[in-house]
């Protein structure tokens, strides 16, 4: 669905550092960037080592390429340095924590400043009005309070712009349907796979979405989602979605966000140095070469980060928004380097076969990857009611058609079965879209 309201295209919220000059840009990087490793260098023993390794220090920092210099760092990294290695300033003056977790051992843990988390609530804020929302909207925040941090920070940032905010949290689906009549919420924060799943109850419950509610436009993220799966919640709720790239290690939502021209997330260059590389080699790559993000923190007081490896797979896309802001773009996440799987040889993302299922008729909202050996993968589907209830004749011509279609975007022939809406395991939080039952 393409936003048609041009009011709001030119809406800035920090107009000077949203259409920010090139060489201007530049020159901020580079102050923050030796200000960041000054930071580094002098509190953190960790990157210290790092830097004198290197040759690189404050002094020595003459251009953004000397950044290349220094080795990233990694998830393992703020690991081995849980929970206070890389705090950059004493313990009394950070006064918040958020928590990333892994699939095992210790959580990466952020510390937050004052400053840092005005900051970031500061980017929500310049989203949020890029994208059209102000202070006669009611914002309804589906995500979890607590050490995740998208929604808190979506929180503090609508709150920052006058939005009167609604913060129900996940699930509770009756809730949050009251909740959107009684007070007439106009804009959700919600991750793609609860959305479908709220659109499916709505539908279920016979009420008309865009004559009953008064919802105008979603933020969604948390996990990976195609565009298809965009597409599919922009028709079902018949509003504009706004795809929102975040991770708690770079403050949480808001590092990169779609404006109303939706060609790509505007990433925030006066507060992030992102650099493109190979996932394998690690070699920096050229503007519009697909690999994967990694991100510098430019402004961050409590624990600044330097050439972290998102493990997001993405690339720049060249030249100017028409929207007028000047911060380079990146396309949507086009999947993670550490969530691929293997199967009979061939590299494959989860996103490959949601891009397809999401776009075939018939198909509901739910669906499991299994991967129960390393020569053969089990693709769950949950599909329309009046199929499911419909001929053998019908079942099993979708049935192969999915296998086809999945097969020529992965390679790799799947078994698919077919499931009656509502019967596979609904996630209120981030979807588990992949159960890997292989054993090495």
């Given at each position: 669905m393409k936003s048609s309201d041009s009011s709001s295209k030119h809406v800035f919220w920090q107009h000077a550092e949203e259409t920010i000059e090139q060489n201007a840009l530049n020159s901020l990087q580079l102050s923050c960037l030796r200000e960041t490793i000054q930071r580094a260098y002098q509190h953190v023993p960790f990157y210290r080592t790092r830097c004198d390794e290197a040759g690189i220090s404050p002094e020595k920092t003459n251009s953004l390429d000397d950044l290349k210099k220094l080795p990233f760092t990694t998830n393992d990294d703020l690991r081995a340095q849980y929970p206070y290695g890389l705090l950059a300033m004493p313990k009394d003056g950070a006064i918040r924590v958020h928590t990333s977790s892994g699939t095992t051992g210790k959580p990466k843990a952020i510390l937050f400043s004052r400053n840092d988390i005005d900051n970031a609530a500061n980017l929500i804020a310049r989203c949020l009005v890029m994208t059209g929302t102000g202070k006669h909207d009611i914002l309804q925040n589906m995500m979890t309070y607590g050490l995740f941090t998208g929604a808190l920070v979506m929180h503090y940032g609508a709150e920052k712009l006058g939005v009167l905010v609604l913060p129900v949290g996940p699930g509770n689906t009756d809730r949050q349907i009251s909740f959107m009549r009684d007070f007439g919420t106009t804009v959700f924060h919600i991750t793609p796979s609860y959305a479908l799943y709220l659109a499916s109850v709505l539908q279920e419950r016979g009420i008309d979405i865009k004559k009953e509610l008064h919802l105008k436009r979603a933020y969604m993220g948390a996990e990976p989602y195609t565009e298809e799966t965009k597409d599919k919640?922009?028709?079902?709720?018949?509003?504009?979605?706004?795809?929102?790239?975040?991770?708690?290690?770079?403050?949480?939502?808001?590092?990169?966000?779609?404006?109303?021209?939706?060609?790509?997330?505007?990433?925030?260059?006066?507060?992030?140095?992102?650099?493109?590389?190979?996932?394998?080699?690690?070699?920096?790559?050229?503007?519009?070469?697909?690999?994967?993000?990694?991100?510098?923190?430019?402004?961050?007081?409590?624990?600044?980060?330097?050439?972290?490896?998102?493990?997001?797979?993405?690339?720049?896309?060249?030249?100017?928004?028409?929207?007028?802001?000047?911060?380079?773009?990146?396309?949507?996440?086009?999947?993670?380097?550490?969530?691929?799987f293997v199967v009979r040889g061939v590299n494959i993302f989860p996103q490959q076969i949601e891009r397809v299922l999401m776009s075939i008729?018939?198909?509901?909202?739910?669906?499991?990857?299994?991967?129960?050996?390393?020569?053969?993968?089990?693709?769950?589907?949950?599909?329309?009611?009046?199929?499911?209830?419909?001929?053998?004749?019908?079942?099993?011509?979708?049935?192969?058609?999915?296998?086809?279609?999945?097969?020529?975007?992965?390679?790799?022939?799947?078994?698919?079965?077919?499931?009656?809406?509502?019967?596979?395991?609904?996630?209120e939080g981030k979807a588990k879209r992949v159960i890997d039952n292989r054993t090495i």
């Open positions: 919640i922009e028709r079902l709720f018949g509003i504009d979605v706004y795809n929102s790239y975040g991770l708690t290690e770079m403050n949480g939502p808001g590092v990169a966000f779609e404006c109303q021209q939706k060609n790509g997330m505007h990433l925030w260059e006066d507060y992030f140095l992102m650099e493109i590389i190979d996932p394998a080699t690690g070699e920096v790559l050229e503007e519009g070469m697909k690999g994967e993000l990694v991100l510098t923190t430019l402004r961050r007081e409590a624990m600044p980060l330097i050439r972290y490896r998102t493990r997001d797979i993405t690339k720049i896309i060249p030249g100017p928004c028409s929207c007028g802001r000047t911060h380079r773009r990146i396309t949507r996440i086009l999947g993670r380097s550490d969530d691929m008729p018939g198909v509901a909202e739910n669906y499991q990857i299994v991967l129960d050996s390393y020569d053969h993968l089990t693709i769950n589907v949950e599909i329309s009611k009046n199929i499911f209830d419909g001929t053998i004749e019908h079942l099993l011509d979708l049935q192969a058609h999915i296998i086809d279609k999945v097969r020529a975007e992965i390679l790799v022939k799947p078994k698919v079965a077919l499931h009656e809406p509502g019967t596979l395991p609904i996630s």
